[in-house]
């Protein structure tokens, strides 16, 4: 399986952007997706993720209400909406595929590929 994400750049406070991670090298309608980011100096964390079928979405606190997760599993593409951009979701962020369940679905190890990373970096 191989991931590609892009979609990153410099923003400002509040502004919008969108991610997005394509998919290849597998049957990605098998594939629960998650994003991932590192802040410098930051472990990794979870973002957001989506069930293999789109069923049930998942957000880390800080961005519930913000950030929107959706996949095309026609073509094999996972977006990230990201509204209302804060500095502190300044990172590189990261898409994986897997297959976690539910209890592990915010846990990197659960995940079996991982993309190259795409810079996000939002100015105050």
């Known amino acids: 399986v191989q991931l590609q994400a892009s979609g990153g750049g410099l923003v400002q406070a509040g502004d919008s952007l969108r991610l997005s991670c394509a998919f290849s090298?597998?049957?990605?309608?098998?594939?629960?997706m998650g994003w991932f980011r590192q802040a410098p100096g930051k472990e990794r964390e979870f973002v957001s993720a989506i069930r293999y079928n789109g069923g049930s979405t998942y957000y880390t606190e800080s961005v519930k209400g913000r950030f929107i997760i959706f996949r095309n599993n026609a073509k094999n593409t996972v977006d990230l909406q990201m509204n209302t951009l804060k500095p502190e979701d300044t990172a590189v962020y990261y898409c994986a595929a897997g297959f976690p369940i539910t209890s592990t679905i915010r846990q990197a190890n659960a995940y079996r590929a991982w993309g190259q990373g795409t810079l996000v970096t939002v100015s105050s």
């Open positions: 090298g597998g049957t990605f309608s098998s594939y629960s």
